[in-house]
């Protein structure tokens, strides 16, 4: 009650941190906080609801894997929901509470993407028009990281960024703070780039293996008999398919140097 104290303007953080130890030192404190705070967050009142979203932050930062693990849960991602939904709360829910809780479960899509629950919770509400888009983060409010962050974390991967991420999300400076944003934003988008090529080569290697085995269908039954008008048609459509995707499948082979797998897969193919 202390740290989502409606009449207090600013966040108590003396509270808000006596509320994380609590939750790290009671063994049903993980279990009993996200439904404390689901509650808060409901509240008709704006500053408390605000508030409650802060100390949830806090302690997804502070409380472990055991926190993690419980708000990763469908039964407490309803609660964050209905405060969107039309269906519950969310026609008299503040636009800024709806958009600080829109911004908390879009930024745990980005820290927890092993969690599959919390990935569907929010596209489910893009599916209904209750998110229309990804929220545009200020770029002095970064998206604080859990600690731990999940092993093999793409803000891991690359040692020289992930100590410099490191660096900058420990300064107390605004423009550090702001230069932590872009990294994220930057290491975003190469990852959502790498699965984009990853889509297309395979995509594009499933569409040669089709037509290369329908085409060797075909020539085994010449093999055996002369083919209709309609096989050879269809031959020599496969043929030119392959063709025109043979310069693509060099391109994907370039870009793959760094997969021996998938590189020997499109050479394959190519």
Known sequence: DKATDPSIPEENWECIQRFCDQVNTDREGPLLAPRLLAHKIQSPQETEALHALTVLETCVNNCGERFHREIAKFRFLNELIKVLSPKYYGTWSSEKVMSRVTEV???????????????????????????????????????????????????????????????????????????ANRLIKSIIKEEQEKSAKVARRVSAISEVSENVTRMDELLENYQRQELSAADQETLQTLFQRCEKLRPLLFRLASETVDDDEALGKTQHCS
């Open 105 to 179: 479960i879009f930024s745990w899509t980005v820290w927890f993407p092993q969690e599959v629950k919390i990935r569907d919770a929010y596209q489910m509400l893009k599916k209904q028009g209750i998110v229309k888009e990804d929220p545009k983060v200020p770029e002095d409010k970064i998206l604080p990281p859990p600690s731990p962050r999940p092993q093999n974390s793409i803000f891991d991967r690359d040692e020289e960024k992930s100590k410099l991420l490191a660096r900058l999300l420990k300064s107390s400076h605004s423009e550090d703070l702001q230069a």
